[in-house]
């Protein structure tokens, strides 16, 4: 990979991981349905009309938009403002891995490799010990609205997989302005109009700010970058740059937001991208034998 796509790909995991603490920043003024969904109507209004019709199957686009946006993205963030912190949603969500590798087993009938057996074994030790130690100390709850997250973002991987858009941006576009309105419905149903209403009367710059960075910069700039990147480069190239994400989120929420790092969330957190990592490992290339 070229020294400039690899600061490219350093730059947008760095910034989907610091995404986490500022989803933070605008959980403290909005609802967070309300606020799932003015992110996606932020993301999708200025860009429609630059991206086009989307080259997949309409059924493709509304299966992503409930696995990934409203289901996962919904769940992250009533997880978030539950309590869970910043860093460690951003850990804990990439268990996605696991689940996307169990779905596609099932779904795609792809048979996982002992590597990646190995790999979530190791991944699903610390995420046993992240709930153990979290736990103690804060609502389980909230760590398991952000699992429910994660297992949604593995069937909207699957979905991914069936669809195969090939213009991510245009497709996460489509998805975006898919998620909007459902969002929306289940704000005004669990969350209240009153509630929205106040939010959006009393909304700060802060705020404001948080909702365009996790609309524009997060959505629009990183799915577009990661995009070119995966187009440019095999996967097995570019996946395990993914990885920073947790690795950023953790560090900017103690930066950023003074959160705890144990070392028991320390140890969990590097047997979690062990075991991520050893996901990505790419399958041997074959050696052909001469027949004499």
Same mark, same amino acid.
């Given at each position: 990979?070229?020294?400039?796509?690899?600061?490219?790909?350093?730059?947008?995991?760095?910034?989907?991981?610091?995404?986490?603490?500022?989803?933070?920043?605008?959980?403290?003024?909005?609802?967070?349905?309300?606020?799932?969904?003015?992110?996606?109507?932020?993301?999708?209004?200025?860009?429609?009309?630059?991206?086009?019709?989307?080259?997949?199957?309409?059924?493709?686009? =509304?299966? #992503?938009?409930?696995? *990934?946006? @409203? &289901?996962?993205?919904?769940? !992250? +963030?009533?997880?978030?403002?539950? $309590?869970?912190?910043?860093?460690?949603?951003?850990?804990?969500?990439?268990?996605?891995?696991?689940?996307?590798?169990?779905?596609?087993?099932?779904?795609?009938?792809?048979?996982?490799?002992?590597?990646?057996?190995?790999?979530?074994?190791?991944?699903?030790?610390?995420?046993?010990?992240?709930?153990?130690?979290?736990?103690?100390?804060?609502?389980?709850?909230?760590?398991?609205?952000?699992?429910?997250?994660?297992?949604?973002?593995?069937?909207?991987?699957?979905?991914?997989?069936?669809?195969?858009?090939?213009?991510?941006?245009?497709?996460?576009?489509?998805?975006?302005?898919?998620?909007?309105?459902?969002?929306?419905?289940?704000?005004?149903?669990?969350?209240?109009?009153?509630?929205?209403?106040?939010?959006?009367?009393?909304?700060?710059? =802060?705020? #404001?700010?948080?909702? *365009?960075? @996790? &609309?524009?910069?997060?959505? !629009? +700039?990183?799915?577009?970058?990661? $995009?070119?990147?995966?187009?440019?480069?095999?996967?097995?190239?570019?996946?395990?740059?993914?990885?920073?994400?947790?690795?950023?989120?953790?560090?900017?929420?103690?930066?950023?937001?003074?959160?705890?790092?144990?070392?028991?969330?320390?140890?969990?957190?590097?047997?979690?991208?062990?075991?991520?990592?050893?996901?990505?490992?790419?399958?041997?290339?074959?050696?052909?034998?001469?027949?004499?």
């Amino acid at each position: 990979m070229k020294p400039g796509h690899a600061a490219l790909a350093v730059l947008t995991t760095t910034i989907w991981g610091v995404n986490f603490v500022v989803i933070k920043v605008g959980l403290d003024e909005f609802p967070p349905l309300l606020f799932s969904s003015l992110r996606f109507l932020a993301a999708a209004v200025p860009a429609l009309w630059l991206v086009g019709k989307p080259r997949v199957a309409w059924k493709w686009i =509304a299966a #992503v938009a409930a696995t *990934l946006g @409203v &289901a996962k993205f919904g769940l !992250l +963030f009533l997880g978030m403002s539950e $309590g869970m912190p910043a860093g460690l949603s951003s850990l804990v969500l990439q268990s996605q891995v696991i689940f996307t590798i169990a779905f596609a087993t099932v779904l795609l009938k792809e048979r996982p490799r002992p590597v990646q057996l190995v790999g979530i074994a190791i991944a699903a030790t610390g995420i046993v010990l992240i709930a153990l130690d979290y736990g103690l100390t804060s609502p389980i709850s909230a760590l398991l609205l952000v699992v429910l997250g994660a297992i949604a973002w593995g069937l909207s991987n699957v979905a991914t997989r069936y669809a195969k858009p090939p213009d991510a941006l245009s497709f996460i576009v489509w998805v975006s302005a898919f998620a909007t309105l459902p969002l929306l419905l289940l704000s005004v149903i669990f969350e209240g109009p009153s509630a929205i209403i106040t939010a959006l009367g009393n909304a700060s710059w =802060a705020g #404001v700010t948080s909702l *365009l960075f @996790v &609309a524009w910069v997060s959505t !629009l +700039f990183g799915f577009g970058v990661w $995009g070119f990147l995966l187009r440019e480069h095999n996967a097995s190239t570019v996946v395990p740059f993914a990885l920073l994400v947790p690795v950023a989120g953790m560090f900017s929420g103690w930066l950023f937001l003074d959160e705890n790092l144990s070392p028991v969330r320390l140890g969990a957190a590097a047997l979690v991208i062990a075991g991520m990592a050893a996901t990505t490992i790419p399958r041997p290339a074959r050696v052909l034998t001469p027949v004499p």
